[in-house]
């Protein structure tokens, strides 16, 4: 047999395996990478965070990555180029991370690599019916472990869309496994640059199993700030959209596309909610002269509205708590927005069940790579519109 897959073998048979989760949002801030311990799989598994860390990109890196990112035209040879660079610049920054935490690299068992999102083009977006949803992420996994020489997990999205899904999100599998709670409604909201949630149901039953994109999260703020206001990537502590007032034309011109009158379960990202899609409300709503702090109030404004609009829609009670992870959480006007307008529910992180905020998305692809090696994916035999029953990811072995 060959050897690498022999220690595959072992690994899936082994009770407790050490997993590095990767994850690269669309904020392009830097990659999470949590160091995870997991025993079992399925709904046995736990999870405990041995180590977390969100090592930050360079300018360089990532005016490379913008350069390609979310653009109908890129150039196709920077495209190929950046599939390995970004691949080897993880695999450096593993490397480094695993010297700090002086834990050998042979150690570890499996790396879970979500890649960098360059493109997601689900049906409802491109509107081309000869065509299927599709979704792109790069950074190869083959170089990530090669550099490391840790079997590496990838490219999980390809295998939810061959299966019926859009790609995303993805974040309900983990959800599912390792936040439900037998008795306790619960909502996992992630505010990441696109909004997303999962509802599970105190019956703990998956056909009651509820996960979608919202819309942004965090992207046209971010997006709004690097425009308008040099030296700034992001909006801290809400100081900015503190200082300006909420414009209620421009608000409703915002919500009014198409996008917030599709069923759920849905998917989006920055290819929709971009300064273009900020730019066309203006004008539809007569206001191109406002502030830029107005428009900043406004934008805040707008995220909490759709996230607030989407619980309302897709859960049928009122019982219920949401923890919330991704930079949203550290936005204090946003997450007044959400509790002012749901009063009477509980917003907690995901801190409160032992997982960091930050590291949750990183932790949920190590889940996946998980189930990809020792899984049944027998969750039910009904499984939920969106989330079918099966193991994602591609195998890359060392040399």
Partial sequence: MNTSINKLYNIANKKERKIIGLMSGTSLDGLDIALCN??????????????????????????????????????????????AVIGSTHANMINVCLQKWN?????????????????????????????????????????????????????????????????????????????????????????????????LAASMQLHEVFSTDVGPGNTLMDAYVQQHFEGKNFDENATIAMQ????????????????????????????????????????????????????????????????????QKGINCNNYKVFVSGGGMHNPLLMQHLQTSLPHISFLTTAALNVHPDAKEAVLFAILANECVSGNCNYSTEPTKGIPNIAMGKVSFPM
Avoid: W
Wanted: proline share 3%; with cysteine; net charge negative.
């Fill in 38 to 83: 997991v025993e079992e799989h399925g709904l046995q598994t736990k999870i405990t965070v041995e180590q977390f860390e969100t090592v930050p990109y360079t300018k360089a890196f990532k005016a490379d990555v913008l350069s390609i990112f979310s653009k109908q035209q890129v150039s196709l040879e920077k495209l190929c180029l950046l599939n």
């Fill in 103 to 199: 834990v050998a690299n042979e150690t570890v068992d499996l790396i879970a690599s979500h890649g960098q999102t360059i493109y997601h083009a689900p049906k409802s977006l491109h509107q081309q019916t000869a065509y299927p949803n599709a979704t792109l992420q790069i950074g190869d996994g083959d170089h990530i472990a090669v550099k490391t020489n840790i079997i590496t997990i990838s490219d999980f999205r390809q295998k939810h869309i061959a299966a019926g899904g859009e790609g995303a999100p993805l974040a309900v599998y983990g959800d599912f496994l390792i936040f439900g709670k037998p008795g306790e409604n619960r909502v996992l909201l992630n505010i990441g640059g696109i909004a997303n949630y999962t509802f």
């Fill in 244 to 311: 300006g007032n909420v414009d209620e034309q421009l608000l409703t011109a915002l919500e009014q596309h198409s996008f917030f009158k599709q069923n759920f379960p849905k998917t989006t990202g920055p290819e929709l909610f971009n300064l273009a899609f900020v730019e066309a409300a203006k004008k539809a709503a007569n206001a191109t002269l406002i502030s830029h702090y107005d428009t900043m109030a406004t934008l805040n404004k707008f995220t909490a509205n759709t996230i607030v609009a989407a619980l």
